[in-house]
């Protein structure tokens, strides 16, 4: 009895043992958000509604999403609306854009970066030049995307990993979506005495 006692706390040891070079094996964990995870996630964050200069009033409505992971961004394509609070005028358009994503460790949260305007086409710019409209609309877009939160980290799931010992580290665009990867903690040195 005693040496099946003694092989089966061996073989419960190789287990352990086993299991825990696996989870090295396999490295720091990651979170993948597929596209359409990434537009959901969008919704929640949209309409956005942003004041700029004190003259413009502007409203951006839930993108379009697509991939780029060719070149690590993210693209997307609103429909927008601004209003000049001195003249009273409004204009309504599509706006095509993309963008880099960066990590906030102070919120937890996956943040629009480098955001850069490809095409914006206002439907009625009008009495003024369509040319001078949408560039002013392009650079004022640029601004109010530029920051947003498009993805937070769940507290809980950020306990989690923080307990197995892991924070973000990266975030890539991929063919399967967006991915952030996690590092390990950084160790700190013990004090000297």
């Given at each position: 009895?005693?040496?099946?006692?003694?092989?089966?706390?061996?073989?419960?040891?190789?287990?352990?043992?086993?299991?825990?070079?696996?989870?090295?094996?396999?490295?720091?964990?990651?979170?993948?958000?597929?596209?359409?995870?990434?537009?959901?996630?969008?919704?929640?964050?949209?309409?956005?509604?942003?004041?700029?200069?004190?003259?413009?009033?502007?409203?951006?409505?839930?993108?379009?999403?697509?991939?780029?992971?060719?070149?690590?961004?993210?693209?997307?394509?609103?429909?927008?609306?601004?209003?000049?609070?001195?003249?009273?005028?409004?204009?309504?358009?599509?706006?095509?854009?993309?963008?880099?994503?960066?990590?906030?460790?102070?919120?937890?949260?996956?943040?629009?970066?480098?955001?850069?305007?490809?095409?914006?086409?206002?439907?009625?710019?009008?009495?003024f030049n369509r040319n001078t409209v949408e560039r002013l609309g392009?650079?004022?877009?640029?601004?109010?995307?530029?920051?947003?939160?498009?993805?937070?980290?769940?507290?809980?799931?950020?306990?989690?990993?923080?307990?197995?010992?892991?924070?973000?580290?990266?975030?890539?665009?991929?063919?399967?979506?967006?991915?952030?990867?996690?590092?390990?903690?950084?160790?700190?040195?013990?004090?000297?005495?």
């Amino acid at each position: 009895m005693p040496r099946r006692r003694h092989l089966l706390v061996s073989l419960s040891s190789l287990a352990a043992l086993g299991l825990g070079g696996c989870a090295g094996l396999a490295g720091p964990p990651t979170v993948t958000l597929s596209e359409a995870d990434i537009a959901r996630l969008m919704e929640r964050h949209f309409p956005l509604d942003r004041s700029l200069l004190d003259i413009f009033d502007v409203t951006v409505n839930a993108p379009r999403v697509r991939l780029l992971p060719e070149r690590n961004r993210l693209a997307a394509v609103v429909d927008v609306r601004a209003r000049n609070r001195l003249l009273g005028l409004g204009w309504q358009g599509q706006l095509d854009f993309d963008a880099a994503l960066r990590w906030d460790p102070s919120d937890q949260t996956v943040r629009l970066a480098q955001v850069r305007v490809q095409d914006l086409a206002f439907v009625e710019p009008g009495a003024f030049n369509r040319n001078t409209v949408e560039r002013l609309g392009a650079a004022l877009a640029e601004r109010v995307l530029e920051g947003s939160a498009i993805y937070r980290l769940p507290a809980d799931r950020a306990a989690q990993l923080r307990a197995r010992g892991y924070v973000p580290g990266s975030v890539h665009v991929t063919p399967r979506g967006l991915e952030i990867g996690f590092v390990p903690l950084p160790v700190t040195p013990a004090p000297q005495r």
